[in-house]
């Protein structure tokens, strides 16, 4: 590993000013903010930010920043957040974003996850006035494998890795969104009411609203046999979370009233307003845990005829969640705060008891399984925390982590412990044809895309009997599209508008691939093996696993 500045890595600049909120169009590039980054990164597609018209382009003057631009906030407090985020297709960019676009030497995915793990907010120099200079920037060291090919396996390392987070992060997500769905279609929108349960206020469920004590803790989150104090952001996302609390001193003597149990209902007070009227139900809590004054327990009548699974989801629901919010109250500059008295006087709709346990037997089963991912989810982030730690470090055996290409055959069971050099093939040489794909996929990855499965069928069927490379045909793709470039920027036909366009995504004239391309491409290679136009063999002279493409 060598500390390299980015200087060397990237062309470094910033995006420039925005235009004006009626130059903004129903078509063309879209425009990139400091606040898109957030949108972008949680998987919302470029084209649903506001775009810009080649017409309004040309007169403002604005650069187009071509596809593998990596983006980061140089200004405001969006430069604190540390969100990096690689255009998936070409762009203009506000003046808050640093621009960095890699130099040929530079694998894109791995400056990206290194600013990840060394983020750009170190350069700030006043956290009351959040900036980082350009020349700040371009000086910043990230530490850098000798070779290109060292960059591309760290990338896809901990890009896979990142995958299964994202992936794992997804499958909590749907699971919220399903109980969400089984709420609305048990018991309807709890304000609208459109199934007409009875509705009671509040105060007639409630036997009492205990809330505990806040004394002055320790910095730390309290260890095992020692007691602690929830924080707000014990409840906060609306689900318990024991971690978020702090040490109790020792000198300090515990209320064990106030200790958070199984089975209580918790909702806090006070925040901000997007955030008061939190509500969290404790399936389990490790002992010794304290409510503090900011937080409420709610305890039920005996003869209620509640289940707290279901006061919890219909709390949380998002029309019956606004409706409290709206009790909160505070003098200038305080937190927002709803009242015992004030929470008391809510009406809720209540169903019968039974259907209120049927959908709490529901929701305790899908808490099972989420409980289950979450575990998988907290140990896919320490993994990606400790291989990311090795990998800058330069602790991680590579030679061991096989080139994306060279791991797309799926192995099969049985010895293969032992890797073969490479076997250089003797490929036919093989035409990729021109399709009307070919010129938008310089500009566009859907049109890119495209092409490429329209051109993965072409080469196999040119193939014969020699084996299916994914190497090989990424260079032919690659060499294609290079070849077309040349021809477009030739032809007097076209526009000097679209050669300074083609000029600006690729300065070096050569249009490589990244791993955006290489994922679309082992996707179809495993589209072709389930349809059978690629099989799966032995080489016997490396024992090795084979494609070859089925000849119609």
């Known amino acids: 590993m060598k500390p390299t ?53 040309r007169r403002r003057k604005l650069k187009t920043y071509p596809r593998g631009t990596v983006l980061f906030a140089k200004s405001g407090m969006s430069a604190t957040k540390d969100r990096v985020y690689v255009l998936q297709n070409p762009a203009h960019v506000v003046s808050h974003l640093a621009t960095l676009i890699p130099k040929s030497d530079t694998q894109t995915d791995y400056l990206r996850l290194a600013l990840k793990h060394f983020p750009p ?11 980082i200079g350009l020349g700040d920037i371009e000086s910043f060291e990230i530490p850098v494998p000798h070779s290109l090919d060292d960059q591309i396996r760290i990338a896809h390392l901990l890009g896979k890795v990142e995958g ?51 004394p002055k803790c320790e910095a730390r ?16 996302r609306c689900r318990f979370d024991e971690n ?15 200790e958070v149990k199984a089975g209580d209902l918790l909702f806090s007070r006070k925040n901000t307003y997007d955030l008061v009227a939190a509500c969290a139900y404790v399936f389990k809590a490790r002992p010794k845990l ?13 003869n209620a005829e509640i289940n707290p699974i279901f006061i919890w989801k219909l709390l949380i629901c998002d029309s019956q969640r606004k409706r409290i919010q709206s009790l909160a109250a505070g003098a200038a500059g305080s937190m927002p705060n709803i009242s015992k008295a004030n929470l008391k006087t809510v ?16 929701v305790e089963k899908v808490e099972g399984i989420k409980s289950l991912y979450q575990q998988s989810l907290t140990d896919l982030e320490a993994l990606y925390g400790a291989l990311s730690q090795q990998a800058f470090k330069g602790e991680l055996d590579l030679s061991r982590v096989l080139l994306p290409a060279q791991s797309i055959a799926p192995v099969a069971i049985g010895d293969q412990a032992t ?39 072409a080469y196999c069927q040119q193939l014969g009997d020699a084996p299916f490379s994914v190497q090989d045909f990424m260079v032919a793709v690659s060499d294609r599209l290079t070849e077309w470039l040349q021809t477009v920027v030739e032809d007097e036909g076209i526009t000097d508008e679209q050669k300074n366009r083609l000029a600006e995504f690729y300065p070096s004239n050569n249009v490589g691939l990244d791993v955006n391309d290489y994922e679309d491409i082992k996707k179809l290679v495993f589209e072709a093996l389930a349809a059978g136009a690629l099989t799966q063999g032995g080489n016997k002279v490396g024992n090795r696993i084979e494609l070859k493409a089925v000849q119609s």
Do not use: C
């Open 244 to 258: 978020e609390n702090k040490a109790l001193p020792q000198n300090v003597l515990p209320s064990v009233r106030d």
């Open 290 to 302: 304290l409510m503090p004054d900011l937080i409420f327990r709610f305890v039920f009548k005996k």
């Open 419 to 457: 890797v073969p050099e490479p076997v250089v093939q003797t490929v036919t040489t093989i035409h990729l044809p021109d399709t009307g794909n070919l010129p938008a996929a310089l500009e566009d990855s859907e049109a890119r895309k495209a092409l490429i499965a329209e051109w993965l069928e």
């Open 164 to 214: 299964l987070i994202d992936q794992r992060k997804q499958h909590l997500q749907q699971l919220d969104d399903l109980l969400k769905s089984v709420f609305l279609e048990m018991f309807g929108d709890p304000v609208r009411n459109e199934k007409g349960w009875g509705k009671k206020q509040f105060s007639e469920l409630l036997d009492d609203i205990e809330s505990g004590k806040s």
């Open 121 to 131: 907010s170190s350069l700030i120099k006043d956290l009351a006035y959040p900036a």
């Open 347 to 362: 009406l809720l709709p209540i169903p019968p008891w039974p259907l209120q346990n049927q959908f709490a037997t529901i």
């Open 5 to 57: 500045p980015l200087r060397q890595l990237a062309i470094v600049s910033a995006g420039q000013a925005a235009p004006k909120s009626d130059e903004f169009s129903d078509y063309g590039t879209p425009f990139v903010r400091a606040g898109s980054l957030d949108r972008l990164l949680s998987g919302e597609p470029e084209s649903g930010l506001e775009l810009v018209s080649e017409e309004t382009a």
């Open 221 to 236: 989150e309290a260890v095992a046999d020692e007691w602690g104090v929830l924080k707000l952001g014990a409840v906060t």
